[in-house]
């Protein structure tokens, strides 16, 4: 067993020598190319429901060996990572609607698997918004404050959906509508305060005791481990919410969460020192953030998806956003 656990962390080792998950790496951007092809083959929401899956593979890899590969090149890397998987499907999506292939959705409908439709032009779609997401997600790293205050994989996601509309699409990016149609609507059962107020209450509760619990009342066992998960901890209730996208695709009115409970999670870490280490503060704190992500999606749903041909994720829209919130006003306290 300790051998094992020695020879993962060399493993590790091996692939961060070829470029750590904070600088650029030619190994890595090669293997974006794949990942972006394999998103564009399976389609947006199951890719993503990967996403979800190799969040607790990572998690499961982090408790044993204290290495973070399996959640930075895994799940947030080079092969589901949804700026590389995700947003090559996204663009392969676009295009299939552009070419009538998606019937009245266009190319909104993410949860067709594009490579049904026999065209391997799709997938060459997807090498190229796999590498181009890993590219553009290397370089907003390196903005000064930004780089590390924000999410860079969401806003990604959200800079890809904006050049796919432009290439395929036919509507314009930014288009404001208060009243929405069902044709136009994201998801018709958390588009009113009252519902996703109180799905974000919900959601919140769950992420941000989830996180706490993970990083400071879960008995550490090696201080190694406890590092790794206390670093990444808001990320396991997302992957928690990016599964239950398979009960959306399966029919299944569920709610839609990530950009909610990922935002609730980081707020409960990030103001937990800033309110005097008081976890009822903090957990009052990832509620107040994740309310207000919930918020910002269906601003950005009524602005940039409801009228569009293409799809430009209201999640991402407000997981960037809500981050760099998040982290700008706990510094100024």
């Known amino acids: 067993m300790i051998e094992t656990i020695q020879m993962a962390a060399q493993a590790s080792d091996f692939v961060n020598s070829f470029g750590a998950s904070t ?7 090669i293997c974006a190319i794949g990942g972006g092809m394999l998103g564009a083959g399976i389609g947006g929401n199951w890719a993503f429901v990967m996403t979800g899956f190799s969040v607790f593979l990572g998690f499961g890899i982090a408790a044993t060996t204290g290495s973070d590969i399996g959640l930075t090149y895994l799940a947030f890397g080079p092969v589901f990572g949804p700026h590389v998987c995700f947003a090559s499907a996204v663009a392969a999506h676009a295009y299939a609607g552009r070419k009538g292939l998606l019937g009245d959705k266009k190319g909104k409908d993410i949860d067709t698997s594009p490579a049904g439709f026999g065209d391997p032009t799709m997938l060459w779609i997807g090498a190229a918004f ?10 907003i790293r390196l903005i000064p404050w930004f780089g590390s205050n924000t999410d860079t994989v969401a806003l990604t996601v959200f800079l890809s959906a904006f050049v ?3 290439v395929f699409g036919k509507t314009p990016i930014f288009n404001w509508t208060s009243k929405l149609t069902d044709k136009e609507s994201w998801l018709r059962w958390q588009e009113k305060p009252s519902q996703w107020i ?3 209450v919900m959601a919140s509760l769950m992420a941000g005791g989830l996180s706490l619990t993970v990083a400071y009342l879960l008995p550490a066992v090696n201080p190694e481990t406890a590092k790794v998960l206390e670093l990444n901890a808001q990320t396991l209730p ?22 909610i409970t990922i935002t609730a999670g980081l707020s409960a870490m990030v103001w937990f020192p800033v309110v005097g280490h008081n976890l009822i503060l ?24 409801a009228r569009g041909d293409t799809h430009i994720d209201p999640p991402a829209a407000s997981i960037w956003l809500s981050h760099t919130i998040v982290c700008a006003l706990a510094l100024l306290f």
Request: glycine share 14%.
């Open 164 to 166: 796919t509309r432009l």
């Open 130 to 139: 796999g590498l181009g997401g890993y590219l553009v997600e290397r370089c």
């Open 23 to 29: 600088g650029f790496s030619l190994f890595w951007a």
């Open 282 to 305: 903090a957990l009052v704190a990832a509620v107040v953030f994740g309310v207000m992500a919930a918020g910002l999606a269906e601003v950005a749903q009524r602005l940039m998806y």
């Open 238 to 259: 997302f992957g928690i919410s990016a599964i239950t996208i398979l009960m959306l695709i399966l029919g299944f009115k569920i709610p839609v969460t990530h950009h």
């Open 198 to 200: 109180t799905i974000g």
